[in-house]
């Protein structure tokens, strides 16, 4: 609005409040590509490459699944020595973006015990949690050949687009 005085003792009084602090966003997840493979005794090899870019965080939170160990981290190729919080959860260091546009790899190698399969068993897998949004999720999974499989289920928390699920059946002659 716009308003016009004629008169000399007119003022304006302006009210201003502050706004609330809010760190600005300084890592951002590209992409995770995971691969595991299962075998027949119920251990779980996963392999998972996770692309990002980072301004300003020293480390990336992540909480592992019950049973899961890390095996080996690499950063760019080269390894890279988690710590652990007060939580339980994984630091694994990071190193800044070049020119904040440039993302960088850091690779997991997880190995996870299960209840050996069977001929009936179900296999419950999951992937660790990451502490910071993710853009692209692609998970690939092999399962011992002998067993038959029936359908693959999966939960995942709300997101805006989802992606497909597809569940190849290996030729039987």
């Known amino acids: 609005k716009a308003y016009r005085y004629h008169s000399r ?5 302006l009210v201003t409040t502050e706004l609330p602090e ?6 951002a997840i590209d992409r995770i590509r995971a691969f595991s493979v299962i075998s027949a005794e119920g251990k779980v090899l996963t392999d998972m490459r996770i692309t990002l870019k980072n301004r300003l965080r020293p480390a990336l939170l992540v909480t592992l699944p019950k049973d899961t160990e890390l095996r080996s981290s690499l950063l760019d190729g080269d390894p890279v020595k988690p710590s652990k919080n007060d939580k339980g ?3 694994l260091p990071l190193r800044r973006s070049k020119n904040d546009r440039e993302p960088f790899t850091l690779q997991l190698v997880l190995e996870t015990s299960l209840p050996s399969l069977g001929l009936f068993g179900r ?3 999951a992937l660790p949690a990451v502490d910071l949004p993710i853009s692209s999720l692609a998970w690939s999974v092999r399962a011992p050949a002998k067993n038959t499989y029936s359908t693959l289920s999966g939960a995942w928390a709300q997101q805006l687009y989802a992606g497909e699920g597809r569940w190849h059946r290996p030729v039987v002659r």
Request: glycine share 12%; hydrophobic share 40%.
């Open 22 to 27: 809010k760190e600005p966003s300084s890592a």
């Open 9 to 13: 003792g007119a003022g304006v009084t």
């Open 123 to 125: 296999a419950r897998l």
């Open 89 to 91: 959860q994984l630091m």
